[in-house]
């Protein structure tokens, strides 16, 4: 259950995602990193919490996510030699501030399309603790789906994880979720509220 508390720290903390869409950028010849940029850090370093999606960075990579002050933890898709994919895509990272870091843990757990960061609630002073995810949901059509380090169903498994959080604490949940509906309806037009209980 979400508390007062929890509003008031989540808002003096502040969490934030962005999805990236790479860390680098070509001009001309030149590779750009865009965490040298002033602009895009200004923007990410407001937040104490932060998450960038699709990175698409790789191992050796990791270095090239470095923001002083901060701490990253990341998950990065790994390259199949077999893979139909010409570069890296997917990557997540996120950033904890150093003054907040005794207090934040990443939850060790498999994948490449979420991570899971635990506020402990001794350190925020809460009831409870926060769990806080950051999410890449990789669209349904895509080759992505069928490479080995993919769940058989990525949803399925967000749902469990999700569920299991849930159940030891708060869940804060942040993503991008792929889920353009086009022309089609956002919404179930059959589903009402009747028949849940108030």
């Known amino acids: ?3 007062e508390r929890h509003r008031q720290l989540i808002s003096q903390i502040g969490i934030g995602c962005w999805n990236i869409d790479g860390i680098w950028k070509r001009l001309n010849s030149f590779r750009y990193n865009k965490l040298n940029d002033p602009y895009v850090l200004e923007i990410i370093t407001k937040e104490k919490i932060f998450c960038l999606l699709e990175t698409h960075h790789t191992a050796e990579e990791i270095g090239d ?3 002083d ?3 990253c933890f990341s998950v ?3 390259k199949n030699k077999n893979s139909k994919r010409a570069k890296a895509s997917g990557g997540i990272a996120c950033y904890v501030h150093t003054s907040l870091r005794q207090g934040i843990s990443k939850v060790p757990l498999a994948g490449t399309e ?3 960061l635990k506020l402990c609630k001794t350190f925020f002073n809460l009831p409870n603790d ?3 995810c950051f999410a890449y949901c990789v669209q349904a059509n895509s080759t992505v ?3 080995d380090f993919m769940p058989e169903d990525v949803y399925d498994s967000l749902d469990i994880q999700l569920a299991k ?3 030891l604490g708060s869940v804060i949940f942040m993503a991008d979720a792929n889920a353009r509906t086009r022309n089609g309806l956002d919404y179930i037009p059959e589903e009402d509220n009747s028949h849940i209980p108030i």
């Open 130 to 132: 926060i769990y806080v």
């Open 145 to 147: 789906m069928k490479e």
């Open 65 to 67: 996510l470095h923001i």
């Open 165 to 167: 959080f849930n159940s």
């Open 1 to 3: 259950m979400v508390t």
């Open 114 to 116: 979420t991570v899971w």
């Open 69 to 71: 002050g901060y701490q």
């Open 76 to 78: 990065y898709r790994p």
